[in-house]
């Protein structure tokens, strides 16, 4: 079934069409719930059915007006979970994302109405849970659409998708004002998530236990065979039997250290994150693969020259080779991938070490809006820290405050002027700025091989 159609059978003529244009069974009331303690006091919060299969989660500041308030539509990182959506994963997201309350903002975010990979659903489903908001507790003032991690890449593609919209008088301009993207996987399907399987192929040249010489064998694209019973946990112990890599150092045998240094030279990932790389490479490489794409392969390393190991031409000798399916590719690419076809302010951060997303990915965003003609609405700042959930708080109004002063006064931010700003919510949030307004990221090609 092709991507753009999981949006669920019922909807599939419109996953991926103009917001004016959605039909969607409509979402319920909202009801109130208790906040979470993480939100200060006097805010209110409620959930509602979103009518798809998710739900919607909505927090208020004491004394919120829509006259004079921000709204911050929120969409949230993932897709780890490729099961149903649970509505404890939008709660989890208001505790992570106070900091958006204490501001003084609205909030309203959505689960999605399913796990897994779906950058187009996702993206209809933040805009589903704005106009929730709007329905049901009025019009606000301003609206910002913020992006963290895989959600960033959601509303990278929401802020084209929604970029316009249908009026009396022709096409104005969509709903929203702003938007923030933080720590994001950015650039689009076809391009992120390539050195995940440059991991499968390196890991298994080196480890050959993923899978096992007596299991069943499949081409590392697929992720897992989808009867495989495979769990995490059982796949972590692999990994350690392998590398070591959940020991100390001095506790890992000679061969383990050396396995080691392979996989994370060659890849350039910290040893940290080894595990939960090969999670994702394993189960949304299951999920994207064979449940969203008909089992076709998007990712092609048939080219790649890996380097970092101590026997480099053996290594490019022995690797697993896979030529992308060009139809894979382009539905990927429909569902995933940004034009650079913005219309209004863009900023972001990331940290310069992340783990997770790397920060080179900012630069294969940034090349796409500068080829489409909007360079001057993409700002994007940087952090000294190594970190990608979650960054210095007070970093987070200051970008929220920086973003707002653009739209209003249109006075664009720099990245020095946001790390000044940044300096005057030290004390209220009571974190260090770690702010690096020199600092740009460098081009994608220098960390994962081009194909």
């Given at each position: 079934m092709p991507i753009r159609s ?303 190991s101590a026997d480099d031409a ?138």
């Open positions: 999981l949006a669920g059978l019922a909807l599939a003529a419109f996953a991926c069409l103009p917001s004016h244009t959605l039909a969607a069974p409509g979402p319920g009331d909202p009801t109130p719930r208790a906040c979470p303690t993480e939100v200060p006091a006097g805010a209110r919060c409620f959930t509602a059915d979103d009518g798809l299969g998710g739900f919607f989660w909505t927090a208020l500041p004491a004394g919120w007006k829509p006259a004079t308030g921000v709204l911050v539509v929120h969409a949230h990182g993932g897709p780890a979970d490729t099961g149903p959506a649970r509505i404890e994963r939008g709660e989890q997201d208001l505790k992570r994302w106070a900091i958006t309350v204490k501001a003084g903002y609205a909030w309203v975010a959505a689960t999605y109405r399913r796990g897994g990979f779906g950058v187009s659903m996702a993206a209809e489903d933040s805009e589903r849970a704005r106009r929730h908001f709007v329905q049901h507790f009025g019009v606000p003032r301003r609206t910002l659409l913020h992006g963290q991690s895989y959600g960033a890449g959601v509303a990278s593609k929401a802020a084209e998708l929604y970029a316009t919209v249908s009026g009396p008088s022709g096409p104005t301009r969509g709903p929203y004002d702003g938007v923030l993207l933080t720590s994001g996987v950015l650039g689009g399907g076809t391009r992120a998530y390539d050195f995940r399987l440059d991991l499968r192929v390196v890991y298994q040249y080196v480890c050959q236990n993923h899978p096992k010489v007596d299991e069943p064998q499949y081409p590392l694209w697929q992720g897992l065979p989808m009867n495989a019973r495979l769990t995490r946990a059982e796949l972590a112990a692999r990994v350690d039997e392998c590398t070591g890599v959940r020991k100390p150092a001095a506790q890992r045998t000679d061969r383990q250290k050396a396995n080691l240094a392979t996989i994370v030279n060659a890849i350039r990932i910290p040893e940290r994150s080894l595990i939960a790389h090969l999670n994702w490479a394993t189960w949304l490489f299951r999920d994207l693969t064979q449940l969203r794409l008909d089992g076709r392969n998007p990712f092609d390393n048939m080219r790649v020259r890996y380097q970092g053996a290594l490019n000798a022995g690797v697993q080779r896979y030529a992308a399916d060009p139809a894979a590719v382009a539905e990927l690419a429909r569902d995933s991938d940004p034009q650079g076809r913005i219309n209004v302010p863009v900023l972001a951060l990331h940290a310069v070490n992340d783990p997770t997303a790397f920060v080179e990915l900012e630069s294969a965003y940034r090349e796409i809006v500068e080829r489409a003609g909007n360079g001057a609405l993409l700002v994007q700042t940087y952090s000294d820290e190594s970190e990608h959930s979650y960054l210095s708080e007070p970093q987070y109004p200051a970008l929220f405050t920086a973003l707002l002063n653009w739209i209003d006064r249109k006075d664009k931010p720099t990245p020095q002027r946001v790390a000044a700003l940044c300096k005057c919510y030290e004390a209220a949030y009571g974190e260090a700025c770690k702010l690096l307004p020199d600092y740009k990221s460098p081009p994608l090609s220098s960390r994962v091989a081009p194909r």
